[in-house]
């Protein structure tokens, strides 16, 4: 499944906790992946999704799990040249475990 139309329609699917395979199902194949230790993060853009915009998402994972959704858009022509560098500092805040005291 190739990301097209609107994404919003296929996020709306994802959960925190999904896995990497899920979001293939959902998504398909990310225009981008980028690493940063235990974290990955994988960028989706619809060309031309509104008026002189595109739509981009960056899904989040931490350990292999999705762990938030983000999004923006810009204004160059088509998305290669608008999908930017990650901002790892933007990644939400994860419980990687969580125990009783």
Same mark, same amino acid.
């Given at each position: 499944m190739q990301s097209c139309g609107t994404l919003d329609d296929k996020t709306i699917l994802i959960n925190p906790g999904d896995s990497r395979e899920r979001v293939l199902?959902?998504?398909?194949?990310p225009q981008d992946r980028q690493?940063? #230790?235990i974290n990955e993060a994988w960028q989706y853009c619809v060309s031309g999704a509104g008026f002189g915009?595109?739509?981009?998402?960056?899904i989040w994972f931490a350990e292999g799990s999705v762990i938030g959704l983000s999004t923006y858009r810009t204004s160059v022509t088509g998305?290669?040249?608008g999908?930017? #560098?990650i901002v790892w500092?933007?990644?939400?805040?994860?419980v990687l475990?969580?125990?009783?005291r």
């Amino acid at each position: 499944m190739q990301s097209c139309g609107t994404l919003d329609d296929k996020t709306i699917l994802i959960n925190p906790g999904d896995s990497r395979e899920r979001v293939l199902e959902i998504m398909g194949t990310p225009q981008d992946r980028q690493f940063d #230790s235990i974290n990955e993060a994988w960028q989706y853009c619809v060309s031309g999704a509104g008026f002189g915009y595109n739509d981009h998402k960056i899904i989040w994972f931490a350990e292999g799990s999705v762990i938030g959704l983000s999004t923006y858009r810009t204004s160059v022509t088509g998305c290669s040249g608008g999908i930017r #560098s990650i901002v790892w500092e933007e990644a939400p805040d994860f419980v990687l475990e969580s125990r009783e005291r």
